[in-house]
Nanobody
């Protein structure tokens, strides 16, 4: 069993920045894939970024160049740096961790943290 705890989030004006952290405990593996999803009101949850064990990263187009995913395997922590935030980034952000070659839906989820971008 794996438990994921998220920290960070909050409210910020457009153009601002926020940083989220997700720390895992339990039966984790260095090879696990770590990801961040978000869900805006009346929208489906979407994958925004993922990072493999060797630091290989993928981002959805809407956040490329603004957001950065990183991981610290020794601390079992995934970071999500969000810069130049826009109102359309407003959502609940969820961290996810799943075994290599498995679907994220079969992995573990953080509790979710609200990010609100508004003037």
């Amino acid at each position: 069993q794996v438990s994921l705890v998220e920290l960070g989030g909050g409210s910020v004006q457009p153009g601002g920045a926020l940083r989220l952290a997700c720390t895992a405990s339990g039966s984790t593996f260095t090879s696990d894939i770590k990801a961040w999803f978000r869900q805006a009101p009346v929208k489906q949850r979407e994958l925004v970024a993922r990072i493999g064990s060797f630091g290989d990263k993928n981002y959805t187009d809407s956040v490329k160049g603004r957001f950065t995913i990183s991981r610290d395997n020794a601390r079992k922590t995934t970071y999500w740096q969000m810069n130049r935030l826009k109102p359309e980034d407003t959502a609940v952000y969820y961290c996810n961790q799943h075994r290599l070659l498995t679907h994220p839906a079969h992995g573990y989820w953080g509790q979710g943290t609200q990010v609100t971008v508004s003037s």
